[in-house]
T-cell receptor, first 114, second 114 residues
């Protein structure tokens, strides 16, 4: 596609429920990143994929958060037993391989846990 | 570990006045540096980037930034602000040895007075 696509754009869920957020990166981009942006904050790194594997998941806050990228393209961020503190905008970005490359961001998914 | 400080949470300037947004970073080697802009409800748009070479970089929408290694700074400037520049601005640092994941500052909200 022309850019990074994230679905849904908005998600409201009840506390304790499971949610999946989808990211469709720019075609051919091997690197994919998930960030979380809470109100009044800058984006915070969650996890980074190079191809199908998670190269760095040091930003995932706890084991309720998990992400996959089974075919090296689309990625899904999964949150189990959601809590109100998980409410935020979840941003996905992708980039091509190599040095001096920039990341392109999607519009984000706004998750609200009620 | 990398870190980014944007000392100004809010800045208000008059339309047509000059603008400087401050950014200081902490990183052991030469970082990759970025400025992004985010309008309400929108994703992050890259304004400009620094990887190496000329320390004064030009970006879109008439913005420029200067990398000053001695001050660990990468301040964003614009000689004449337009009302459409009102948005939130994020400085970010990336490092190739960390897969180019980005560490963002907390952001500066720019208000433009007419």
């Amino acid at each position: 596609g022309a850019g990074v696509s994230q679905t849904p754009s908005n998600k409201v869920t009840e506390k304790g429920k499971y949610v999946e957020l989808r990211c469709d990166p720019i075609s051919g981009h091997t690197a994919l990143y998930w960030y979380r942006q809470s109100l009044g904050q800058g984006p915070e790194f969650l996890i980074y994929f190079q191809g199908t594997g998670a190269a760095d998941d040091s930003g995932l806050p706890n084991d309720r958060f998990f992400a996959v990228r089974p075919e090296g393209s689309v990625s899904t961020l999964k949150i189990q037993r959601t809590e109100r503190g998980d409410s935020a905008v979840y941003l996905c970005a992708s980039s091509s391989l190599g040095m001096n490359t920039e990341a392109f961001f999607g519009q984000g998914t706004r998750l609200t846990v009620v | 570990a990398q870190s980014v400080t944007q000392p100004d949470i809010h800045i208000t300037v008059s339309e047509g006045a000059s603008l400087e947004l401050r950014c200081n970073y902490s990183y052991g080697a030469t970082p990759y540096l970025f400025w992004y802009v985010q309008s309400p409800g929108q994703g992050l748009q890259l304004l400009l980037k620094y990887f190496s070479g000329d320390t004064l970089v030009q970006g879109i929408k008439g913005f420029e930034a200067e990398f000053k290694r001695s001050q660990s700074s990468f301040n964003l400037r614009k000689p004449s602000v337009h009302w459409s520049d009102a948005a939130e601005y994020f400085c970010a640092v990336g490092a190739p040895e960390y897969g180019n994941k980005l560490v963002f500052g907390a952001g500066t909200i720019l208000r433009v007075k007419s």
